[in-house]
């Protein structure tokens, strides 16, 4: 049984500039969140880094999460979104190169759970078993 789809997006040679300007970032949680018609649970939660650092970001959705953390010293984005139910893809490589202007994007797409249930043994303790 599948309990979800993970996908694990890194876009790199990314500007700096919009790595760190937190309007970027909330722009394409927006994005993901309205195209997947994905529901948040309360605000996303966001962190700028001070100085030159980055941006981190958490919406926690009711199918589960979106996450992204920047840095723009490495002029890279990293992403996850995690499902609990079936989506359509959603195209990261065509949306990210736009902002934050990644000329690399590489998406990994991972089905969550065992495909068979699969029971484990008992375990013996002390006093019985579980």
């Known amino acids: 049984?599948?309990?979800?789809?993970?996908?694990?997006?890194?876009?790199?040679?990314?500007s700096a500039e919009s790595l760190r300007d937190l309007s970027v970032l909330k722009m394409i949680f927006a994005r993901v969140i309205s195209d997947l018609g994905l529901k948040t649970i309360g605000e996303p939660g966001w962190h700028k880094f001070g100085g030159e650092g980055g941006v981190t970001?958490?919406?926690?959705?009711?199918?589960?999460h979106l996450a992204c953390h920047t840095y723009p010293e490495h002029e890279t984005a990293t992403f996850n979104l995690y499902c609990c139910r079936s989506r359509p893809e959603w195209n990261w490589e065509q949306n990210l190169k736009a902002l934050p202007d990644a000329e690399t994007v590489s998406v990994r797409k991972i089905g969550r759970g065992r495909k068979q249930a699969v029971r484990s043994p008992k375990s013996k303790i002390a006093g019985g078993e579980i």
């Open 1 to 14: 049984m599948i309990v979800g789809t993970e996908w694990l997006i890194e876009a790199e040679g990314c």
């Open 57 to 64: 970001g958490l919406a926690m959705l009711t199918e589960s």
